[in-house]
C-alpha cells in the first residue's frame, strides 16, 4: 500500500531534493504541497515548489500557499546558503499557480480526507502544522503521523551551538508541534550523517535535466563547486533523510520527552530531550539517533533512475 504524504516545505534546496525523490517513489504517493516561509520568502518557496512539480511534470499535485512568517518573530532566512532564490540551478519557471486555498485550509482539508491513512511530512520551520493543530487540537490523532526534519535532539546545532534552523526560526511552532504532534523527529543526529558522495553528485551533474538541476540541488553546501564540477567532500541532505525513512526504516529511534526552547539567545530552538527520564513525563515524541548510511545511499541512487 502507498502512504500518502502531504510535503510541508520550504524550498530550499535540500526540499527541493526530497519532494523530487518523494514524486519518484512508488511507495509514497504525495497528495499536495504547502509552502512555508523559512529558507527564504513566502513568495520564493511557492515559487520553487512549483518549479519543481514543472520540473518533473507532475503539476497534478496541488499546491498551496503557507504562512509567510514564524508564529509571532520575525523570519530570518537562509539565502546565504541555498542561493538568492532559494534554490540553486535553472528549475523551469512554472506555468501552473496555487490552488486558491490557504496552505493550513488545505492540510486540514486533508487531514479530514485521508484520516489515518495520512503522513505530514514537515521539512521547514513548524508553522503551517502548528496552526492548523491550533484550529485541530485532534490533528495528531486523525492522521497516520507527522515526520519532521528538524532539530538538534542530542548534537550541536546549525543556527545557534544548540539550535538547529527549522527549530531556530520558529520555536514556539516547534515547541507545539513536538510537545502536542507526537511526531517522529528527524534531526541534526541523524541528517548530518546521511550524506551523499561528491562523486554521486559530481556524476549526476554530467547528465541532461532533471539529474543536472537535481545535482545542483543535492551540492547546495558547496554552490560554487558544483558550477566548476569538484565538490570537496560529502553532501549533507537534511530533508531527504525524511523520506527515505518513510519508504526503507533507515533510522533508529528512542522515545523521549522533548521540549523545545523559546527563549531568546543560545537556547533558541534547542531541543531539550529527556534521556533519563529526570522529569518523569510521559515521551512526547520518537526521536532519530542512527542511520544506515548505505541503504539511504542505495536507495536515493535506485530513485534518480525513475525520474
Ligand atoms: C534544515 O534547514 C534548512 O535550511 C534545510 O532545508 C533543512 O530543512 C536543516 O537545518
Ligand atoms: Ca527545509
Redesign the pocket.
Known amino acids: 500500500m502507498t502512504r500518502k504524504i502531504l510535503f510541508d516545505?520550504?524550498p530550499?534546496c535540500?526540499?527541493a531534493s526530497a519532494l523530487s525523490l518523494a514524486l519518484a517513489s512508488d511507495e509514497l504517493e504525495v497528495v499536495g504541497v504547502t509552502t512555508v516561509a523559512?529558507?527564504t520568502t513566502i513568495e520564493n518557496t511557492t515559487r520553487n515548489a512549483l518549479s519543481v512539480l514543472e520540473l518533473h511534470d507532475r503539476t497534478d499535485v496541488p499546491v498551496a500557499r503557507g504562512c509567510a512568517a514564524p508564529l509571532w518573530r520575525p523570519l530570518e532566512t537562509a539565502e546565504h546558503v541555498h542561493g538568492s532564490s532559494g534554490i540553486t540551478g535553472s528549475p523551469p519557471v512554472p506555468d501552473v499557480e496555487t490552488i486558491d486555498t490557504s496552505g493550513t485550509r488545505f492540510m486540514l482539508e486533508q487531514v479530514y480526507e485521508h484520516g489515518d491513512e495520512l503522513t505530514i511530512v514537515a521539512?521547514?520551520p513548524l508553522t503551517n502544522v502548528a496552526t492548523a493543530i491550533a484550529i485541530e487540537p485532534d490533528l495528531p490523532e486523525l492522521i497516520d503521523e507527522i515526520a519532521i526534519?528538524g532539530g538538534a535532539a542530542l548534537c550541536p546545532g546549525n543556527s545557534t551551538p544548540e539550535a538547529e534552523f527549522?527549530f531556530y526560526v520558529d520555536p514556539e511552532a516547534a515547541q507545539r508541534v513536538v510537545r502536542d504532534g507526537n511526531p517522529r523527529l528527524i534531526g541534526l543526529d541523524v541528517t548530518q550523517d546521511a550524506t551523499l558522495t561528491a562523486e554521486f553528485v559530481e556524476e549526476l551533474a554530467e547528465r541532461d535535466d532533471p539529474h543536472r538541476t537535481l545535482a545542483a540541488w543535492f551540492g547546495y553546501s558547496e554552490v560554487d563547486a558544483i558550477r566548476e564540477g569538484e565538490l570537496s567532500g560529502e553532501q549533507v541532505v537534511?530533508?531527504v533523510t525524511v523520506i527515505i525513512d518513510l519508504i526503507d526504516d533507515i533510522l533508529e529511534y528512542r522515545r523521549f520527552p522533548v521540549n523545545v526552547g523559546t527563549d531568546d539567545g543560545d537556547f533558541r530552538g534547542a531541543v531539550v530531550c529527556d534521556v533519563n527520564d529526570v522529569t518523569g513525563t510521559p515521551p512526547t515524541a520518537n526521536v532519530a539517533l542512527e542511520v544506515n548510511v548505505p541503504a539511504f545511499r542505495n536507495r536515493i541512487a535506485e530513485l534518480i533512475e525513475k525520474l
Do not use: A, E, I, S
Request: proline content about 0%; aromatic content about 0%; hydrophobic content about 15%.
Open positions: 516545505t520550504d530550499g535540500d526540499d523559512g529558507n521539512v521547514g526534519m527549522n537534511h530533508d
